[in-house]
């Protein structure tokens, strides 16, 4: 039963694991929320997708794992155009994952750990491995301790936890994370990072407005407008690009402007995504400080 | 331990269910706390007389606040209204009314101590069950003895969309008052009219939301999660049995 979908690699192109093409969508009522957006998925590597509200990243995401379909456009999985029959579908979600931008669209049972159970249980796992799945997922997400708490007893952040931890115990190849930082305070930021940092083999494709969080974690970014995607490549090039960033309506993150600067000093500054990486170049280069300054704001 | 802090103290409602996820004996069997307060309302109606009634309150109402640690104010709170009602219909058997006014009646005074004590006893059963076991453990347990899936389902949706929508209009509430929706009686009254208006739409928005969410996971039909085994105490269960057997013995006796 959907085994076609389940051949890693097969034929077609091995890098890209899911591809969309020219993709129309718009909502019963709407205008075009999706508007011609061709994007690929690349098989191991992060991904961000950046955008101004209402720029069709949701609606995006919905596609990537079948929730709505194209009105024209196709979602291609491993080079094989994708199917919506009940069984396609479900092999489908099997290996991509998806966690809702509101959590509370997403839990229903009356505990925690019940929740984070129902996607392994889906899989058919037995009891054993499922309770082992719950109990990393809620270690990964560090909510053990809410194991037992009723979900509408739980803050946004805490629910939004739940929800993550309720995709990632199904262990999917690739997850699919609409704004999983909103929301999270410092400590949960680092944390979900950390978690989804472990998780070297899945492929990760998550929406955000925090460009800097964007270059410190992402391979690759995809900036959209309109229902559009408008640039997507590397991470750094895309994100220190002012005029696709304008279009997009963000502002190039402080760490790429100022690692431009550096390398306009002739510093090897290709690489910085974090502020502790310009940390560690001014400090081998502390004469840069002045000349930063001298060549004026960053 | 400590006893169970209320958080958010809106309505009864609410906090009836924070207590019954937080407190002291929330991790207990299920079966455990069913034979307090079923057996307590069993033996309630197999033994009627107010002694019976008295003995029943008193052992649940211990339980409840020594054992599960539910404030005793808050209990008390929970009760009086159905109290009130159990006094306000004993008085019926106080007073007679004629032609020549409003007479006590002497011989009424057993039968209202009866019915206040049995029908007080009965109601600290039915709380003590309330606020010490989640409705959805309750649902897991009637799934147990035969409530079809699809039913328990429905309910435990519904359950939770209820404290969903409550927490909406409290906040659509909240954003009313905040932008002076509520000055006027007139202006409340427009405000109650467009929250009640916006809350279907929104929980029908919920509900598909809902659906994308639970498919993402690879649902089924079927709402399957894997519950936490509570490993059930046959020593508590007898002593609570035979607890109840004694106050059955001792009504019997006293009466
Ligand atoms: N349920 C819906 N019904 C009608 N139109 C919708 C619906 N959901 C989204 N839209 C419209 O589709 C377009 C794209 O919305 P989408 O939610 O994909 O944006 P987004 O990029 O995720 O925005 P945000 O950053 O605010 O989450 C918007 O113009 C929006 O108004
Ligand atoms: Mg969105």
Redesign the interface.
């Known amino acids: 039963m959907g085994l076609d979908l389940c051949t890693v690699g097969g034929k077609g192109d091995a890098v890209s694991m899911i591809v969309a093409e020219a993709l129309h969508y718009a909502y019963p009522g709407g205008g075009d929320a999706l508007a011609g957006l061709s994007l690929t998925v690349k098989r191991g590597r992060r991904l961000a997708i950046l955008g101004p509200n209402g720029a069709g990243k949701t609606t995006l995401l919905l596609h990537l794992n079948g929730s709505l379909r194209p009105a024209q456009g196709r979602v291609l999985l491993d080079g094989v155009e994708a199917a919506y029959s009940r069984t396609a579908l479900a092999a489908w979600r099997r290996r991509v994952g998806l966690v809702l931008q509101d959590a509370d669209d997403q839990l229903f049972a009356s505990s925690v750990a019940e929740d984070v159970s129902f996607g392994p249980l889906n899989l058919e796992l037995p009891p054993d491995q499922v309770r082992d799945r719950v109990d990393a997922a809620l270690h990964a997400m560090g909510i053990s301790a809410l194991a037992e708490k009723a979900p509408h007893m739980l803050s946004f952040g805490q629910k939004k936890r739940v929800a993550i931890a309720g995709a990632l115990a199904m262990q999917p190849e690739v997850l699919l994370l609409d704004e999983p930082t909103a929301g999270l305070d410092y400590l949960g930021t680092r944390q979900l990072l950390e978690a989804l940092g472990a998780l070297a083999e899945t492929t990760l494709v998550f929406t955000t407005h925090d460009a800097g969080l964007a270059l410190a974690f992402a391979d690759e970014v995809a900036l959209f407008a309109q229902g559009r995607v408008i640039a997507q490549g590397d991470a750094q090039t895309v994100l220190s690009d002012a005029n696709a960033m304008k279009q997009a309506s963000l502002e190039v993150p402080f760490v790429a402007r100022l690692a431009a600067r550096l390398q306009g000093l002739g510093l090897p500054a290709q690489h910085l995504r974090t502020e502790e990486d310009v940390l560690a170049v001014l400090a081998a280069h502390p004469l840069a400080v002045d000349q930063i300054s001298v060549s004026g704001a960053v | 331990m400590s006893s169970v802090v209320v958080t958010k103290p809106s309505a009864a409602m609410l906090i009836i269910?924070?207590l019954a996820?937080?407190n002291a004996w929330?991790?207990h069997a299920l079966i455990e706390k069913i034979c307090l307060g079923l057996g307590g309302l069993g033996v309630v109606i197999g033994q009627p007389g107010w002694v019976t009634g008295t003995l029943v309150s008193c052992a649940l109402m211990a339980a409840a606040v020594w054992g599960a640690r539910i404030p005793f104010g808050f209990l008390l709170r929970v009760l009086c209204i159905p109290a009130g009602f159990v006094v306000l219909g004993a008085l019926t058997f106080l007073f007679s009314v004629d032609a020549n006014g409003i007479h006590f009646v002497a011989s009424g005074v057993a039968a209202a101590f009866t019915l206040i004590g049995r029908s007080f006893a009965a109601t600290v059963c039915v709380c003590f069950l309330a606020l010490t076991t989640?409705a959805?453990?309750l649902l897991c347990g009637m799934r147990r003895v035969g409530l079809p899936r699809d039913v328990a389902e429905i309910a435990?949706?519904t359950?939770?969309f209820l404290?969903?929508i409550a927490?909406t209009a409290a906040t659509m509430h909240a954003a009313q008052a905040a932008r002076l929706g509520h000055v006027t009686p007139m202006r409340r009254l427009r405000c109650l009219g467009m929250l009640v208006a916006n809350l279907l739409p929104r929980a029908f928005e919920?509900a598909r939301?809902?659906e994308?969410?639970?498919?993402?996971?690879?649902?089924?039909g079927e709402?399957?999660?894997?519950?936490?085994a509570v490993p059930v105490s046959w020593w508590r269960v007898a002593a609570i049995v035979w607890g109840w057997i004694c106050v059955l013995w001792a009504g019997r006796v006293m009466q």
Request: no cysteine.
């Open positions: 269910d924070q996820h937080g929330r991790h989640p959805t453990d435990l949706l359950y939770r404290f969903q927490e919920r939301h809902m994308i969410g639970l498919a993402a996971r690879n649902w089924n709402l399957r999660v894997q519950a936490s």
